[in-house]
Structure formats: C-alpha cells, structure tokens
C-alpha cells in the first residue's frame, strides 16, 4: 500500500461547479498537509496548508483535515477554467529543519466554459 | 511572486553529457533545499536533500555519483547529471522553504531531455 493515494482523475468538470479533490494516507505519523496546483510543465505552487484536523478556508478554497480517518480533502468553489492544472496533495510527518514531502500522484482537473 | 528561481528551464543534450541546474532561493537564505523528479502524469518523487556546507542525503535508489548535488551558499543549489543518459530525461525540480514548520516553495523546473 502506497503512503499517499490519490485518484489520477482526470476529472472534467463545468465552470461554477464545486470540485471535490482527496486523498487518503497510511502513515499516521503525517501532521502537515498541502495541497499544491501544478500547470503543465510548471513547478508546483503552495495553494493550502494545514496542520490540524478540521477545515481551513481561503477564498475559492477550502482544505478538510479528518486525521482519524487519515483523509484530507480540497474543495473549489465556483470552478474556473483556470482552475484547469494537476493538484496534488502532500504531507510531511513534521516541519523541522529537514522534513520530507510524501506527495499523491495528482488529480488532473480539467474545468470547462 | 516566484521565491524559488531554477536554471535553466529547458535542456536538450547529447547522451554523455553532464547538465548542470541551478536552483536559488530569491530573497532568503535556504539552509536547505530539495531536489525532486517527476516523470510525465507521475507525482514528484525526492531524490535528494541539499544541506549549505554539507553533504546531500540522497534517496534510496538514487545515484549519488550520478546526480552531484552541491550547496556551496546560502541562496544556490545545483544538481549535476553526470554522463546523461536517454533515461535520465525527466522534470527536475527544486525546492526551498523560507521558515521551519512552513511549506516548500517550488522552483518551474526544468525539462531535461537526452538525445
């Protein structure tokens, strides 16, 4: 079993459409989640970041935390085309001097007008 | 804006060829930086750690006289491919954080292809 599970997707969603994106983990030692936007051939950028269990708004975004059940979630309101990109999520077990990043493979979102 | 600067974006090289990438951090300085894979519709997969004034920790798997990782200051780390070979074409990214307990800043990577 893979640390990081995520659904490759792709997901093809209208514009205004909520979006719905997880993944699931096995190491119960992750404390620090991230949920990251990828364009193609582009670097990731940091678009949530939390540490505890529950949720965290920020504009169009919300990221969802549930470490009982070892599931974190990120949520887009109002998609829009620009949305379209891979989002991956990521957790690290803390955020000491050298902590590493566990990523999922990325969910391709397609999100059309 | 960008925190994280990577150089060059692109290379297209002969096999046997060494490519050199850079990878600075804009305006903090970056005890440590990571150095990442990622293969096309794959996730990034770590290869190294790139400590200032010391040795890189590498990956399991992971080459460490094939891929030199040097961070002679505070604000540059580069990553050498030695001798390329067509399967050493991938993304290559880098990335820094600017405080403990805050997230990775990613570099735009760069496109590596060996002919």
């Known amino acids: 079993q893979k640390e990081v599970e995520q659904d490759p997707g792709p997901l093809s969603v209208p514009e205004g459409a909520i979006v719905s994106l997880n993944c699931t983990y096995s190491n119960s030692a992750f404390q620090y989640f991230m949920w990251y936007r990828q364009y193609s051939r582009k670097g990731p950028e940091l678009l949530m970041y939390t540490y505890s269990s529950g949720n965290k708004e920020d504009g169009r975004f919300t990221a969802q935390v549930d470490k009982s059940s070892k599931y974190i979630s990120l949520f887009i309101r109002d998609s829009q085309p620009s949305d379209s990109a891979t989002y991956l999520c990521?957790?690290?077990?803390?955020?000491?001097?050298?902590?590493?990043?566990?990523f999922g493979k990325g969910t391709l979102l397609t999100v059309n007008p | 804006g960008a925190v994280v600067s990577q150089h060059p974006s692109r290379v297209i090289c002969k096999s046997g060829t060494s490519v050199k990438i850079e990878c600075r951090s804009l305006d903090f300085q970056a005890t440590t930086m990571f150095w990442y894979r990622q293969f096309p519709k794959q996730s990034l997969m770590l290869m190294a750690t790139s400590n200032e004034g010391s040795k890189a920790t590498y990956e399991q798997g992971v080459e460490k006289d094939k891929f030199l990782i040097n961070h002679a200051s505070l604000t540059l780390s580069t990553l050498t491919v030695t001798s390329a070979h067509p399967e050493d074409s991938s993304f290559y990214i880098c990335s820094a954080y600017r405080e403990p307990n805050q997230p990775q800043h990613f570099g735009d990577g760069t496109r590596l292809s060996i002919l």
């Open positions: 990521a957790m690290s077990e803390s955020g000491g001097s050298n902590y590493k990043l566990t």
